[in-house]
């Protein structure tokens, strides 16, 4: 191992982390990069984005990002990877691409954790603390590979949650080298995975391999979440969204197909508005990183609660009760 290769964090017993990212107009997708990045950065002794080829103002909103967070105080600047997007248009598989450009480079700093973040995606100050404790129990210990957060999925306003789409995934990944970013850049899987591994399922980490490869990123008083902004729309902005995710995850299908997926798929956002879980109460906050968006951003529509409406529970029934 080279002399300077950052197998700890000097300052500290505890272990280097390096951020990394990707994404490409991210303007025009109203993503809240900014919030998304320093979210993470006081755990992070170093952080990569790879920024692809974009329309917008994309690539100085990463530049200009406020690294004062990262981690002892120190600031630092992040790197940026300039990238272009190869032309794979079918379930998502170029974000992938890009997000392991992005790990890649994570990967040479020697870091010993690389805390994932996606351009959409916020970490509560509050749970921090939770990823911190994890990094430090489970840095000793090589076959674990991934750390997994609780998702809270934001539709159409800041208040208002899809309980029906998934409910956790890996944002913390060993970098030794063993693991990457698979599908449509969900989350990390083994490159050539054991064959214990392959004897169970596959090794798609968050999905098959909790409790060996995988543990929650948490302590005793909980596990730490994802809050999941991406499809936080006006109707102008799904329209946009729709867009892109038609491009690269159905590019080459028949129009009937892409209609059937995406009704499929999303679930009619619109139309399922008033079946959706509210996030309401004193207990119940946003990041601070986001109180500013938020303010700007009025709820979607004043509808009667979900429990007095007959469709709620007929969703109930066709996909059980998530919360």
Request: charged share 25%.
């Amino acid at each position: 191992m080279p002399a300077n290769h950052p197998d700890t964090d000097p300052a500290s017993a505890n272990p280097a982390v390096c951020g990394f990212s990707f994404g490409r107009n991210l303007t025009k997708l109203n993503y809240p990069v900014e919030a998304a990045v320093q979210s993470v950065l006081p755990l992070c002794q170093r952080f990569v984005f790879a920024v692809g080829d974009s329309e917008d103002d994309t690539r100085d909103r990463v530049a200009n990002i406020d690294t004062a967070a990262m981690n002892h105080g120190q600031g630092g600047t992040i790197e940026i990877i300039d990238t272009h997007w190869p032309d794979v248009k079918v379930d998502g598989e170029v974000l992938s691409i890009e997000a392991n450009k992005a790990m890649a480079a994570a990967e040479a700093t020697g870091c010993t954790w690389g805390f994932y973040i996606q351009a959409d995606e916020v970490i509560h100050e509050h749970d921090l603390p939770k990823v911190q404790f994890a990094m430090e129990r489970w840095k000793d210990h090589p076959e674990v590979k991934a750390l997994m957060f609780r998702y809270l999925h934001f539709v159409l306003d800041y208040e208002t949650t899809d309980p029906w789409m998934y409910h956790k995934a890996c944002r913390v990944v060993r970098l030794d080298g063993t693991c990457k970013i698979f599908g449509d850049a969900c989350g990390p899987g083994f490159i050539d995975p054991p064959k214990h591994v392959l004897k169970k399922n596959d090794g798609y980490l968050d999905k098959n391999h909790y409790g060996t490869h995988v543990k929650w990123a948490g302590d005793e008083t909980g596990k730490a979440r994802v809050f999941h902004y991406g499809w936080v729309k006006t109707r102008e902005q799904l329209d946009e969204k729709f867009s892109m995710v038609d491009s690269l995850w159905w590019g080459t299908l028949s129009p009937e197909e892409k209609a059937r997926r995406k009704d499929n798929k999303f679930g009619q956002f619109i139309e399922r508005y008033p079946l959706l879980k509210k996030f309401r109460g004193p207990r119940k906050t946003h990041p601070a990183l986001m109180h500013d968006r938020i303010a700007q951003h009025l709820p979607y529509a004043k509808v009667p609660s979900r429990w007095l409406n007959p469709r709620f529970y007929a969703e109930v029934l066709k996909h059980g009760f998530h919360g």
